[in-house]
């Protein structure tokens, strides 16, 4: 019951934020000059006609209840306007074809650095304070440090165009899963993944070496139990309760880091179309993407809490 009602309090919440958040963005958008670039020629009236069919004019509290009303009614979130190679289309299908390469290509890099970094930060646990634990560390603090896009450009001058083992971009296609796609992904998904693995790599070593100084593992080793066994056995189990949830965090974190690497490595995804609804002042293409991304962050706030009481029974949601 307790849980039961947590959720529904965390959902209304949800509810609530999300919208907050949308009307926010919705007005400062909409409040930017409305421009038509003139060099389009033909195009820029058909644009024109576009926001006048649109109600892109009429005030900001009408445009903001139309908007809702024809989500609510009828399903509509709108046409890509001016995204030239999107013009006139639903943002809603176009976000769907480029759903499938950003998705891929945060769980390929969340699967190559989940156990890279979990492992570094066991031995760095495990070696505290010796000459491993110090390399790990302080590669830890150089990959936190330095922005994704700089191991991005590394990546393309050092593999791809020094040793050509990679192509510099993703290959064009839909042909997701085939070997040669795979493999024009890897610059990217290398890219994401330093980030994330010292991230995973810190967390792990300082919680696995806060659990194997605790009073209860040294019972255990007074029992019996050797080294190895006591910490297969209960310290890598007690330090992995707090690991799993940041899995869903840091995966959600590089779902939106991966907007300047999609651009970087010509990823066709969601990145790239929002910075190009951005630039391009496309609202309808701007607030959704905006909301997608916003309604994954607060999800993941939601899920992250309740694995706490999944993989720990002892934590109990909601309680008092």
Same mark, same amino acid.
């Given at each position: 019951m307790?849980?039961? &009602? %947590?959720?529904l309090?965390? /959902?209304?919440?949800?509810?609530? +934020?999300?919208?907050?958040?949308?009307?926010?963005?919705?007005?400062?958008?909409?409040?930017?000059p409305? +421009?038509?670039?003139?060099?389009l020629?033909?195009?820029?009236?058909?644009? !024109?006609?576009?926001?006048?069919?649109r109600?892109? %004019?009429?005030?900001?509290?009408?445009? /903001?209840? #139309?908007?809702?009303? $024809?989500?609510?009614?009828?399903?509509?979130?709108?046409?890509c306007?001016?995204?030239?190679?999107?013009?006139? &289309?639903?943002?809603?299908?176009?976000?769907?074809?480029?759903?499938?390469? +950003?998705?891929?290509l #945060?769980?390929?890099?969340?699967?190559?650095?989940? @156990?890279?970094?979990i492992?570094?930060?066991?031995?760095?646990?495990? &070696?505290?304070?010796?000459?491993?634990?110090?390399?790990?560390?302080?590669?830890?603090m150089i990959?936190?440090?330095? @922005?994704?896009?700089?191991?991005?450009?590394?990546?393309? %001058?050092?593999?791809?165009?020094?040793?050509?083992?990679? @192509?510099?971009?993703? #290959?064009?296609?839909?042909?997701?899963?085939? =070997?040669?796609?795979?493999?024009?992904?890897?610059?990217?998904?290398?890219?994401?993944?330093?980030?994330?693995?010292?991230?995973?790599? $810190?967390?792990?070593?300082?919680?696995?070496?806060?659990?194997?100084?605790?009073?209860?593992?040294?019972?255990a !080793?007074t &029992?019996?139990?050797?080294?190895a066994q006591?910490t297969?056995r209960?310290a890598? $189990?007690?330090a992995?309760?707090?690991?799993f949830?940041?899995?869903?965090?840091?995966?959600?974190?590089v779902?939106?880091?991966?907007?300047?690497?999609?651009?970087?490595?010509?990823v066709?995804?969601?990145?790239?179309?929002?910075?190009?609804?951005?630039?391009?002042?496309? %609202?309808?293409?701007?607030m959704?993407?905006?909301?997608?991304?916003i309604?994954?962050?607060?999800?993941?706030?939601?899920?992250?809490?309740?694995?706490?009481?999944?993989?720990? =029974?002892?934590? !109990?949601?909601?309680?008092?």
């Open positions: 307790y849980l039961f &009602k %947590y959720i309090r965390r /959902l209304g919440l949800l509810v609530m +934020t999300f919208a907050i958040i949308m009307v926010i963005s919705f007005v400062l958008i909409k409040s930017l409305l +421009t038509i670039d003139a060099s020629g033909k195009d820029a009236e058909l644009i !024109r006609l576009q926001y006048e069919a109600g892109y %004019y009429d005030p900001i509290p009408v445009q /903001l209840w #139309n908007y809702v009303v $024809r989500i609510f009614t009828k399903g509509d979130f709108g046409v306007v001016n995204l030239a190679a999107y013009r006139n &289309k639903p943002v809603a299908e176009v976000f769907v074809t480029k759903l499938p390469p +950003t998705i891929l #945060n769980i390929y890099s969340t699967l190559f650095a989940v @156990p890279v970094g492992v570094l930060g066991i031995l760095a646990a495990l &070696k505290k304070n010796k000459w491993q634990d110090q390399v790990i560390s302080t590669g830890v990959f936190i440090s330095v @922005p994704s896009f700089v191991y991005a450009f590394l990546v393309q %001058y050092l593999l791809c165009f020094k040793a050509g083992w990679f @192509p510099i971009t993703m #290959n064009a296609g839909t042909n997701y899963f085939s =070997p040669m796609m795979f493999r024009s992904m890897i610059p990217a998904v290398l890219s994401l993944s330093f980030g994330s693995i010292a991230g995973y790599a $810190r967390y792990t070593r300082a919680e696995l070496t806060e659990v194997l100084t605790s009073d209860y593992l040294l019972l !080793r &029992k019996g139990l050797t080294k006591a297969v209960h890598l $189990r007690n992995m309760v707090p690991i949830p940041s899995i869903v965090a840091e995966f959600i974190s779902m939106s880091g991966s907007l300047i690497i999609e651009s970087i490595f010509g066709p995804g969601v990145g790239g179309m929002y910075l190009a609804a951005i630039n391009s002042q496309d %609202y309808d293409a701007f959704f993407l905006s909301g997608f991304y309604l994954i962050s607060l999800v993941a706030g939601i899920v992250v809490d309740l694995s706490y009481g999944i993989i720990d =029974p002892r934590i !109990r949601m909601g309680a008092r």
